[in-house]
Every structure is written in structure tokens, then in C-alpha cells.
């Protein structure tokens, strides 16, 4: 177990470095042209967080939460996490359950209703990852706008 992880903000100084984890992981290329073009207007809305966590300095995982309303019943927030990743050297060392921690309590201290995982559903591993930290598979469904996969 790693403690001394820092989980924070995602700085625009930190934007490549912890993009650069995700694009390894899944074999993308990130258009940083553009991001670096979006990143204020994420920034500053305030329904986006982009999280990082650090050690010594160095970024060693990544993801977004994004905060959604319902508009029905009691009409509470609930908050939808995506891009989540870890740099392959770290994993297996709490940080992904810290990570996820700092999550639920944000949601918690915020009064929302429930946070909604995104994943592929061939990663298998993610799939157990969150299983075990107690959270419960349901379906769901997403178009990909004329693409076949990611």
C-alpha cells in the first residue's frame, strides 16, 4: 500500500504527463492541440473534475467525474466517472481504491445520489476492480456515432 498519494486537480501544467498514462493504456493518440484548447472551459465548469493523483510529484493515475441531474423523483446529482486509469508500474498498491475513496466521499460531502461507472465491457479487470470495491453491474448501452468500437 502506497499512502503518501496525492489526490488532486488536474493542472494544465499536468496535462500531457497524465494524458500520456491513458494514451499508453489504451493505445491512443490524444489530439493535445485540442485539449489544450477545451481544458479551461473544463476547467472553470464546475460539473467537471478531472483528477489526478501524485506521487512525489509524478503523476501516477487519472480520471474524470462528471456531475449529472437527475430530473425526476428528488431531482439529486449523481455523477458519472470515466477515463479512469492507473500508470501500469502502480497498480495493485491501493491507489485506484484511493482514488475511488476521495469519489465516494466527494459524492457523499456533496449529497449525491450515486456515482455511474463507464467502461468498456471487455475490460474485465476494471469490471472486477469496481466490483470489489462494492459497486453493482447493471446494463447499459452507448452508440459510438458510426464507429464500431472505441
Known sequence: MISEVQIEKL???DLKEAISIYDKEYDVTTNYDKLFLV???IYHNPAYHCIVAKLDGKIIGIVTIVTNFSIVEE???FLTVQNFVI???YRRK???AQIFEYIFNYAKNNDYDYILLVTESENKIAQSF???L???EEAGFINLMGRDEW
Open 11 to 13: 493542472k494544465k501544467e
Open 39 to 41: 481544458y479551461d472551459e
Open 75 to 77: 431531482c439529486k446529482p
Open 87 to 89: 500508470h501500469k508500474d
Open 94 to 96: 491501493t491507489i485506484g
Open 130 to 132: 469496481y466490483k470489489k
Open 134 to 136: 462494492g459497486y453493482k
